[in-house]
């Protein structure tokens, strides 16, 4: 049987393609649900029908609790698994690259929001700019980091639970009414940023072998989820935009189901891109 050997072509999307992509999607979020009537209007509506409809349920102040916690719980969770890492393999460079990482995360996430992205106001009701989300963003981080540190026999284990955690914390955040689908849609693109230049700077000074099988999924999944990300802005786009305060009930329960599609297909595509780039150098297969 013939052994496995180095492919000459990537299987695996190139780094600097993730970090252009991820900056891309973030200009766009960022121009047209912020900077754009019509963009800003459609956020702010799925933002208000969970608003309207979640305070009905009994389950807001727990889930309220969670996310006041979250910080703490991202910044457990991200220590227990770091500790075990460096006691076990007794390396520390790759937990301190990923600590920085997740630390410029969350630093750039409140320089964006607080001193350089501007909202303008349309009179859609709340004022003041909340893109990106720094919730969205710690979360994200940390199990990114989790990732990032894994093991590569591990990771296939690591990344889907690190990403669900992730992506219901990002959920959570809209249906409780902390954050537009955008500033979440942003927070874990900011996450996915730092944590891909940090693979990168880990594969220089660090790298990892280990033989990984070829799968398509991920990029299948990949370009339908920016497929699907494109259509939520075409459909927030060419959708019905009436007086803020007078939505029928029907059209906020699309712009509701739009801000969780958003949410979902962005931390997906973020998540993915963190994927390939992470695995890509390590990949072999059969010729």
Avoid at 5 to 14: D, V, Y
Avoid at 23 to 49: K, M, N, P, T
Avoid at 231 to 250: A, D, N, R, T, W
Avoid at 278 to 286: D, H, Q, S
Wanted: contains cysteine; hydrophobic residues 55%; positive net charge.
């Amino acid at each position: 049987m013939a052994r496995r050997s180095a492919s000459p072509r990537p299987h695996h999307i190139r780094w600097w393609w993730a970090v252009l992509l991820l900056i891309s999607l973030f200009c766009i979020e960022y121009v047209f649900f912020v900077q754009q009537r019509v963009g800003q209007w459609a956020d702010q509506a799925g933002f208000i029908a969970w608003s309207h409809w979640w305070p009905r349920t009994d389950l807001l102040n727990p889930v309220r609790e969670f996310l006041d916690l979250l910080p703490v719980i991202c910044a457990a969770i991200a220590a227990v698994f770091l500790l075990y890492r460096v006691i076990r393999d007794r390396r520390f460079l790759r937990a301190i690259v990923a600590i920085l990482a997740a630390g410029a995360a969350a630093g750039s996430t409140q320089l964006l929001k607080h001193e350089i992205l501007a909202r303008p106001d349309f009179n859609f009701g709340t004022t003041g700019n909340s893109f990106p989300s720094g919730h969205t963003t710690a979360a994200a981080a940390a199990m990114g980091l989790m990732y990032l540190v894994s093991p590569p026999k591990l990771r296939p284990v690591v990344q889907p639970i690190a990403w669900l955690f992730a992506t219901v914390t990002g959920v959570a955040t809209l249906v409780c009414g902390w954050h537009r689908p955008s500033d979440i849609a942003a927070g874990f693109m900011v996450a996915a940023f730092w944590l891909v230049i940090a693979s990168v700077v880990l594969q220089r000074i660090q790298p990892l072998s280990h033989e990984v099988p070829k799968s398509g999924w991920s990029r299948k999944v990949g370009a339908g989820s920016l497929i699907i990300w494109a259509v939520v802005l075409g459909l927030s786009f060419v959708l019905p935009h009436p007086h803020i305060q007078k939505i029928p009930e029907s059209l906020q329960l699309i712009y509701a189901i739009l801000g969780i599609i958003h949410v979902v297909a962005a931390s997906l595509i973020s998540g993915l891109l963190l994927r390939s780039v992470v695995i890509g150098p390590m990949r072999t297969f059969n010729r």
